[in-house]
């Protein structure tokens, strides 16, 4: 392939010829070509709230600190407090700028006494990992970027958890497994038992992978962290046992999928300009840990009084509002600008327009009847609460 001169060559992800094989459309994402969709945007969406999808996110970053003060260093670099989650356990967390703005939006996993593995969104990757480098300087942790050497391989969808406990090849290996009996059932006693944003060390076909249950579907699934040159057998095996239950997903269901279950995406509901309370994530930065991280000041002072803040909107029809579209009190001549929308879509699930936007803090009551300027017709779209879908537990 050619790249403009002086642009960084597209990276291709270690499944790149697996996708290819199976007809995939590929779309240029932070610099990396995915696969937006196989088939059909609806039937992939579908897929996972029905059965399961299995989705390749080899494009996110995943960044390891590792050192006595790993914890001091993450405590003092993000909004949660990260030296409180035991081994095995997943925490989503925040970066923030000194003045409280969103970097990125992070999962974090404690994966040993000493070690955690930061997880941040493609991209922003070498934001983050120069970022966690800057602010772990006093501290006694080496910080180092892994992404190159971790595939990311997610099943999501309320038949994920069979097709992996079908899946031949598993077993379980390391510190964080729970003990279980002696057997070649300890892998289905393992993901039986873990619980929501966890995680444990196994083995696929006697190689580590990590195994974690997070999601970002809204539906219950699995995430798959191994290393590049095992993913394709890997991908293949869970394919062959999934058969029909298990579809190949791209981007584009994955972006429908995360806007019903409410999710924010940075870029579009996150931002270096957004504080986490407009975003309705003030309950992540814990303020109530001791001492001080970067960020604390402004989080303290909060949002000007004025300030955007995110809601979802529901409407009626087939006109879905998009990213970017203009939000008003009216739809008349004298009608105001409130706000504008950072996600949406026509629900496949729903089977009517839903978004994201940014309003005033004044229109953003709930029930509150507002109008989106959908290519120049003001559509009528009423404040509801988030998330638009919820799956059965």
Not at 63 to 79: C, K, N, R, S, W
Not at 321 to 343: H, K, L, M, N, Q
């Amino acid at each position: 392939m050619t790249n403009e001169p002086g642009t960084a060559p597209e990276r291709l992800s270690p499944l790149d010829a697996v996708h290819r094989e199976a007809g995939a459309s590929f779309t240029d994402f932070a610099g990396w070509q995915m696969p937006v969709r196989y088939s059909s945007d609806l039937a992939e969406h579908h897929a996972v709230r029905t059965a399961a999808g299995i989705f390749d996110l080899s494009h996110m970053g995943e960044i390891v600190l590792i050192g006595p003060e790993a914890a001091a260093a993450l405590d003092f670099a993000l909004a949660g407090k990260l030296s409180a989650i035991e081994i095995g356990q997943a925490k989503y967390s925040l970066l923030l700028a000194e003045d409280g703005g969103i970097i990125d939006d992070l999962v974090v996993y404690r994966t040993g006494d000493d070690r955690y593995m930061v997880v941040a969104n493609a991209s922003n990757v070498g934001i983050v990992a120069d970022e966690l480098r800057a602010r772990a300087a006093g501290f006694d942790t080496i910080v180092s970027d892994e992404s190159d050497d971790v595939a990311l391989i997610a099943v999501q969808g309320p038949d994920a958890r069979a097709v992996l406990l079908e899946t031949p090849g598993f077993g379980v290996d390391g510190p964080g497994a729970a003990p279980t009996h002696n057997g070649a059932d300890d892998f289905d006693v393992q993901l039986e038992a873990i619980k929501y944003y966890r995680a444990f060390p196994a083995t696929f076909e006697g190689e580590p992978v990590l195994v974690a249950r997070t999601g970002y579907t809204g539906e219950d699934g699995f995430e798959l962290y191994v290393a590049p040159e095992r993913a394709t057998r890997l991908w293949r095996a869970l394919v062959e046992t999934g058969g029909p239950r298990l579809t190949p997903c791209g981007l584009a269901s994955r972006d429908t999928l995360r806007l019903e279950a409410g999710m924010p995406l940075y870029g579009h509901e996150l931002s270096r300009d957004i504080l986490p309370v407009q975003a309705s994530l003030g309950r992540v930065v814990a303020l109530a840990k001791p001492g001080d991280f970067v960020g604390r000041a402004a989080i303290e002072q909060g949002p000007a009084a004025d300030a955007p803040v995110l809601v979802g909107l529901a409407a009626d029809g087939r006109r879905a509002p998009r990213a970017g579209y203009e939000v008003f009190d009216g739809d008349g001549e004298s009608a105001t600008r409130v706000g504008v929308v950072t996600s949406g879509a026509l629900s496949p699930t729903l089977g009517h327009p839903i978004a994201m936007a940014s309003v005033s803090p004044a229109a953003a009551e709930a029930g509150t009847e507002l109008f989106v300027d959908v290519r120049g017709t003001r559509i009528a779209a009423s404040i509801v609460a988030l998330p638009f879908y919820k799956r059965n537990a």
